[in-house]
């Protein structure tokens, strides 16, 4: 059982939808740029691929101490779907950490759409009580670390797989790394 339930979120002009599998036939025609894969590889999904996948996302993560979120991006004046976001949330260390991704169609790109899902999703995440955030961006990839900056992210000097790590620490948890580096500091 997961210990997280994907909710829905509403920014200014967004709504993200918890994950469903009928957004499939709609998310094949957002996502069918070929250029989108430029630095995630694969290949856009056909509405049955998309449907396959999604059925599994719906499913839940095998590991009963994860949960998978997966929301897809509403353009609420438009009515359309342009994206998604995800979150993959783990116990971390004291609370919980979560890795999260996004991915805006092309047609909606360089409207600040990926920068508010993402925020958004950082906000219901730190509601949550999770208190580490982090993205993994290929290096070339300057308008995902854009979109990471703006949601509070800073690039690390940690890499997995030819991607650099970027991370959020809540609050709290950076107040803790603080009184303990201060209390090593001082020995």
């Known amino acids: ?6 909710q829905a ?22 996502l069918s740029d070929p250029a989108l894969h430029a630095f995630i590889g694969g290949v856009p ?3 049955e691929a998309l449907r396959t996948r999604y059925e599994r996302l719906a499913g839940g ?4 101490g994860a949960s998978w979120l997966n929301w897809v991006v509403r353009l609420r004046d438009e009515g359309c779907l342009t994206g998604t976001v995800q979150a993959t949330v ?17 047609a909606w790109q360089g409207r600040g759409i990926a920068t ?14 999770v208190r580490t955030v982090l993205a993994h961006i290929h290096p070339e990839h300057r308008a995902s670390e854009a979109v990471a900056a703006a949601a509070g992210l800073t690039v690390t000097d940690a890499w997995q797989d030819g991607e ?5 620490r809540s609050a709290a948890q950076a107040d803790d790394a603080r009184a303990n580096s201060g209390t090593q500091s001082g020995r």
């Open 61 to 64: 993560c095998p590991d009963p």
């Open 45 to 47: 999904e056909t509405p």
């Open 90 to 106: 783990t116990p971390g260390g004291p609370g919980h950490a979560a890795e999260i991704a996004w991915v805006v169609g092309t």
């Open 1 to 6: 059982m997961n210990l997280f339930e994907a």
């Open 116 to 129: 508010e899902a993402a925020r958004g999703l950082v906000a219901w995440l730190d509601r949550q009580s």
């Open 9 to 30: 979120i509403a920014t200014a002009r967004l709504d993200l939808v918890p994950l469903r599998v009928d957004h499939a036939e709609e998310m094949a025609g957002v």
């Open 164 to 168: 650099r790590r970027w991370l959020r």
